[in-house]
């Protein structure tokens, strides 16, 4: 008698649905979140930027990368709209690197130093976009300004070119970018341009004796 009833409840129970697969279909459905279609290729899952094939922030099959707009969004939502400030740990290591960079060109050390801003120069790219770009200008003017300084000192007026040429791109009204161009420039023996860099910084820095030196210098070899 145990035997059948024990072979009844077995049948009861094969022929009642399992919780557990409608749960499992629940959770998938929730974990999908509310989907909004951007373009054909981008959308909204619950206001986090995927692409609309895989809904990854990142994804190297659609090749895109949403993570640091996604970021931004979280920081904005946190702060109530409000932009977060440049992270303090960022500035300071920065500032070291340059300070090292620094100590290293006085002491003529000027590989050394070129180091040291390149290392300072990569942490100031990694800057979140949503900082201040006034910040980041003046980082990233005197930064390659410097490193192009120890370029000069070695003889290595290409790289000291376009590393001026960025900053007087950046930053146009600094005569120090336009001086450091002149000189990668004439290094290069390309007079007339560094005549030109040379009129442009003296003109924005009426005081800069070294420069009117070389513009002096450079004049009478155009």
Not at 39 to 57: E, G, Y
Not at 58 to 72: I, S
Not at 183 to 191: D, E, P, S, V
């Amino acid at each position: 008698m145990s035997s059948a009833n024990s072979s009844g409840s077995d049948k009861d129970a094969s022929s009642k649905p399992t919780p557990k697969s409608t749960k499992g279909k629940q959770a998938a459905k929730s974990t999908a979140g509310t989907v909004t279609p951007l373009t054909d290729k981008v959308a909204l899952v619950d206001d986090i930027i995927v692409c609309a094939a895989h809904r990854q922030s990142k994804c190297e099959a659609c090749d895109v990368d949403f993570n640091d707009q996604n970021l931004m969004t979280k920081n904005l939502a946190a702060n109530k709209g409000r932009l977060p400030p440049p992270h303090p740990q960022m500035g300071k290591a920065i500032q070291s690197l340059k300070a090292e960079g620094n100590t290293a060109f006085r002491n003529k050390d000027h590989r050394m130093a070129m180091a040291k801003y390149t290392e300072a120069l990569n942490i100031s790219r990694q800057r979140p976009v949503w900082d201040p770009a006034a910040l980041i200008v003046e980082e990233l003017s005197v930064l390659l300004c410097n490193r192009a300084a120890c370029e000069l000192e070695v003889d290595a007026f290409s790289a000291a070119y376009y590393d001026a040429e960025i900053v007087t791109r950046i930053k146009h009204t600094w005569s120090k970018g336009h001086f450091r161009r002149g000189r990668a420039l004439f290094g290069q023996k390309k007079y007339r341009a560094a005549q030109q860099s040379f009129e442009l910084g003296c003109a924005l820095d009426t005081e800069a004796t070294e420069m009117k030196s070389f513009l002096v210098k450079t004049q009478a070899l155009v």
